[in-house]
């Protein structure tokens, strides 16, 4: 029994352990998620709407053996404090200022970005800022082409062209809802049944804190102006070169596969994957998409643990 024990400790301690820590940046008390060693390098998960870092539980472990992990809740997200005295205006540009501040908060100065729903326009809004920073990205349904917008947009389209009272409110009861959530978790899934349920289960509840449904609309509205800026993160593309690969829900009603394709127009080099699932990926495809990841990585010269590269 004390050899059976033995082995059991040995395999427990190969695995990474994910630790939770806050630091404060921008004047927010910002809550993050990371593994993996110290001096290894980066990799910088950012989640959408309307998740948080908990989304990244079973994939930050996978990945952790290589690189830093690290995986922050945005403003109006998680586990995420904003103080009410820090009259926080809830916009893209808002998010990326406080995720830069938080990178520059942990020393972060050189890594590659997952980018998921609201994690691309904050992380390419970061990466036009600093382009040298950037190893690599990818694009796990994380859309910058207007290609990529699918049908399930329309209500939110609608508020762009018609920000009224009336409209704002379709968005609460249609969107902002349980139902909705879990909709959004498992739609286009092959077996709905397989989605953990604490994901939509925590979205929801966090969803339903006061006052945080007045920052989801907020952030409905100021969406547009990430539409407005693809233009500028297809230069980015073009000029800075990012190794990218887009892997993609095909089932997603948000960001369709066009999205994924139209990478390829600025990045003809960018490898593009589909995966037989909806919006949330990483819920039925986790292991495939870290596998996919480190193959990437390996193939485009990333910086890997085992290169013993410092991020910094």
């Given at each position: 029994m004390s050899q059976t024990l033995s082995r059991r400790?040995?395999?427990?301690?190969?695995?990474?352990?994910?630790?939770?820590?806050?630091?404060?940046?921008?004047?927010?008390r910002v809550f993050y998620r990371s593994a993996g060693d110290a001096d290894a390098p980066v990799l910088l998960l950012l989640h959408g709407f309307p998740a948080s870092s908990f989304m990244f539980r079973d994939l930050i472990p996978r990945l952790a053996d290589e690189y830093r992990v690290i995986a922050p809740d945005l403003p109006g997200f998680g586990f995420t404090e904003v103080p009410e005295a820090r009259k926080y205006l809830y916009t893209f540009d808002a998010l990326t200022g406080t995720l830069e501040a938080f990178?520059?908060?942990?020393?972060?100065?050189?890594?590659?970005?997952?980018?998921?729903?609201?994690?691309?326009?904050?992380?390419?809004?970061?990466?036009?800022?600093?382009?040298?920073?950037?190893?690599?990205?990818?694009?796990?349904?994380?859309?910058?082409?207007?290609?990529?917008?699918?049908?399930?947009?329309?209500?939110?389209?609608?508020?762009?062209?018609?920000?009224t009272a009336d409209?704002?409110?379709?968005?609460?009861?249609?969107?902002?809802?349980?139902?909705?959530?879990r909709w959004q978790y498992t739609h286009g899934v092959t077996n709905p049944e397989a989605v953990a349920p604490e994901s939509y289960t925590l979205d929801a509840?966090?969803?339903?804190?006061?006052?945080?449904?007045?920052?989801?609309?907020?952030?409905?509205?100021?969406y547009a102006s990430n539409v407005k800026l693809y233009p500028k993160f297809q230069e980015y593309f073009r000029q800075a070169k990012p190794?990218?690969?887009?892997?993609?829900?095909?089932?997603?009603?948000?960001?369709?596969?066009?999205?994924?394709?139209?990478?390829?127009?600025?990045l003809p080099d960018a490898q593009v994957r589909f995966l037989d699932t909806g919006h949330f990926a990483?819920?039925?495809?986790?292991?495939?998409?870290?596998?996919?990841?480190?193959?990437?990585?390996?193939?485009?010269?990333?910086?890997?643990a085992r290169e013993k590269v410092a991020s910094r």
């Open positions: 400790t040995i395999n427990a301690d190969s695995v990474p352990v994910t630790s939770v820590h806050k630091v404060e940046a921008d004047g927010i990178t520059d908060a942990l020393g972060l100065h050189r890594y590659a970005i997952y980018i998921f729903d609201y994690g691309a326009p904050t992380g390419l809004r970061l990466a036009t800022r600093h382009p040298e920073r950037v190893t690599a990205i990818v694009s796990q349904n994380g859309n910058a082409y207007e290609e990529g917008l699918g049908d399930a947009w329309g209500p939110i389209r609608k508020y762009w062209s018609e920000p409209n704002r409110e379709v968005l609460r009861k249609n969107i902002l809802t349980p139902e909705a959530t509840a966090l969803l339903d804190r006061p006052g945080n449904k007045e920052i989801q609309l907020d952030l409905f509205l100021d190794p990218l690969l887009a892997i993609w829900g095909r089932n997603d009603p948000f960001f369709i596969p066009a999205g994924a394709e139209a990478f390829r127009k600025d990483i819920e039925t495809h986790g292991a495939e998409i870290a596998v996919a990841m480190k193959e990437f990585f390996d193939a485009r010269g990333v910086p890997g």
